[in-house]
T-cell receptor, first 114, second 110 residues
């Protein structure tokens, strides 16, 4: 079955450490996205990529970095510069089209800073 | 810019009650509209969508109609079940940019 796999599901980090969250899709989608979810705030876009080797900042990119070396993979690094990294992180993908972009989401990764 | 406003939750209902979750939007043109659902501990799943005015999206007993005149896309279900307990997100897409509402928590008791 096609879908999006995020790992790890739970991750604990000490302050000052960088961590990388994995996102892999086998849907042959061109576009991939990272969202952050905090209670009562909905989803906020961190980064997105519409093509390999290219990505764009979203609304809250500071303290995060991404790469898109392969169509299937879009890892997110939460750096020590991110002041409040504890959150639920969701990866998504979609076809690239001008109409109704339907996103397929992964199951999420919960990051807790100790 | 574009924005989506959902009714504040949480919403608590008894099984078989009627559900309405309000959603209104602001956009400079005519976006496509979506409802996503997030079950506990999981990612989001598309529940239904509508791509033009007066379209009705429906799935699993849920319905929503795209109302251009009131810029609304309210989610309704005639008889909720305990298994419908989840967080519901209204969203719009316009020129490829997706904007989410803040989410509404629904809890259904037996």
């Amino acid at each position: 079955d096609g879908g999006i796999t995020q790992s790890p599901k739970y991750l604990f980090r000490k302050e000052g450490q960088n961590v990388t969250l994995s996102c892999e899709q086998n849907l042959n989608h061109d576009a991939m996205y990272w969202y952050r979810q905090d209670p009562g705030q909905g989803l906020r876009l961190i980064y997105y990529s519409q093509i390999v080797n290219d990505f764009q900042k979203g609304d809250i990119a500071e303290g995060y970095s991404v790469s898109r070396e392969k169509k299937e993979s879009f890892p997110l690094t939460v750096t020590s510069a991110q002041k409040n990294p504890t959150a639920f992180y969701l990866c998504a993908s979609s076809r690239v089209e001008t109409g109704a972009n339907v996103l397929t989401f992964g199951a999420g990764s919960r990051l807790t800073v100790l | 810019g574009n924005s989506v406003t959902q009714m504040e939750g949480p919403v608590t209902l008894s099984e078989e009650a009627f559900l309405t979750i309000n959603c209104t939007y602001t956009a400079t043109g005519y976006p496509s509209l979506f409802w996503y659902v997030q079950y506990p501990g999981e990612g989001l799943q598309l529940l239904l969508k509508a791509t033009k005015a007066d379209d009705k999206g429906s799935n699993k007993g849920f319905e929503a109609t795209y109302r251009k005149e009131t810029t609304s896309f309210h989610l309704e279900k005639g008889s909720v079940q305990v298994s419908d307990s989840a967080v519901y997100f209204c969203a719009l897409v316009f020129w490829g940019k997706l904007t989410f509402g803040q989410g509404t928590i629904l809890t259904v008791h037996p």
